[in-house]
């Protein structure tokens, strides 16, 4: 058994979440003259791939010490949603379905593409990585209900739509552009479909049932996409954590491991040595240059 890593690469210059605390890194020894080098951090828990736990948004749920290896490492599928998503658009189970059978209780990874504009990529785009990515509405919530997922993954900044989040109000500009976006392709302004009952769905209301959330997944995730794998994530052991940084797996055979890393010797690499493929990009700017027309 072999692993591919599914993490994004952590350092001062990895953007937290907006508003949110970033890596601090200070030395208080060094080898000359305390015999060791020693480090002290500061930092949100929301930086870099990290998984959400119940407590984020529902007082009585879980701490992050309580989720047992069992419900962290389990079978899953991997979608990619690069193909039929731009900007600011909204994916649906019926994409999810199209593309790979998802099983009751499954660990489901989303590949929307915009893992390509994340800080460690040769495409870096901050505002896009955080304001201006895909997201669900209610009808993939309760299709998330429905099929008792474990747990959900993203390779973007939240696992809502960043729309029906507080960016809205912060990002007035990018505010305006989905909503052109959400009146021609969906025939309602933003506020009337995110309105307040609507919320951080995802978090808000997902949480309650047990179905919490990686964010900002990448790594090779794009050696592995729309298919069945073995996922595994790895928090700390933290009480009263509401949400952990951490390190997202994939587990394959031997034999197949050999054969993923002869295609990647075959791709792009970021600075940090991850794979990537830059038809995603490709795929997604004409979709997001449909959307603006």
Not at 16 to 34: C, D, G, I, M, S
């Amino acid at each position: 058994m072999k692993i591919i890593d599914l993490t994004i690469p952590l350092g001062i210059g990895t953007p937290a979440w907006p508003t949110y605390e970033p890596l601090q890194v200070k030395y208080f020894k060094r080898l000359a003259p305390n015999g060791a080098n020693g480090q002290l951090l500061t930092h949100s828990n929301h930086l870099g791939t990290h998984l959400d736990g119940e407590i984020h948004f529902y007082t009585p749920g879980k701490d992050m010490a309580s989720l047992s290896m069992d419900y962290l490492v389990h079978e899953g599928v991997v979608v990619d949603l690069s193909d039929v998503c731009g900007d600011y658009d909204v994916y649906t189970s019926k994409m999810f379905e199209e593309r790979v059978e998802v099983k009751e209780g499954d660990i489901v990874i989303i590949h929307t593409g915009y893992h390509h504009f994340g800080w460690d990529q040769p495409n870096a785009d901050e505002i896009r990585y955080f304001v201006k990515h895909p997201g669900p509405d209610r009808e993939f919530a309760e299709w998330c209900k429905a099929k008792k997922l474990r747990w959900l993954a993203v390779d973007c900044g939240s696992a809502d739509h960043p729309m029906n989040t507080i960016i809205r109000d912060w990002q007035p500009r990018q505010a305006r552009q989905a909503q052109k976006v959400f009146e021609k392709k969906y025939g309602k302004p933003l506020a009337e479909f995110f309105d307040d009952s609507k919320y951080q769905l995802m978090h808000i209301e997902m949480f309650p049932y047990g179905i919490i959330h990686a964010e900002c997944l990448g790594g090779d995730i794009d050696l592995l996409l729309n298919r069945r794998v073995t996922v595994g994530f790895f928090p700390w052991r933290f009480v009263d954590g509401e949400t952990s940084i951490g390190r997202c797996v994939a587990f394959v055979e031997d034999k197949e491991y050999e054969d993923l890393m002869k295609k990647k010797e075959s791709m792009p690499k970021t600075k940090f040595g991850d794979c990537y493929d830059p038809k995603h990009v490709e795929r997604i700017n004409k979709l997001t240059q449909a959307n603006m027309s």
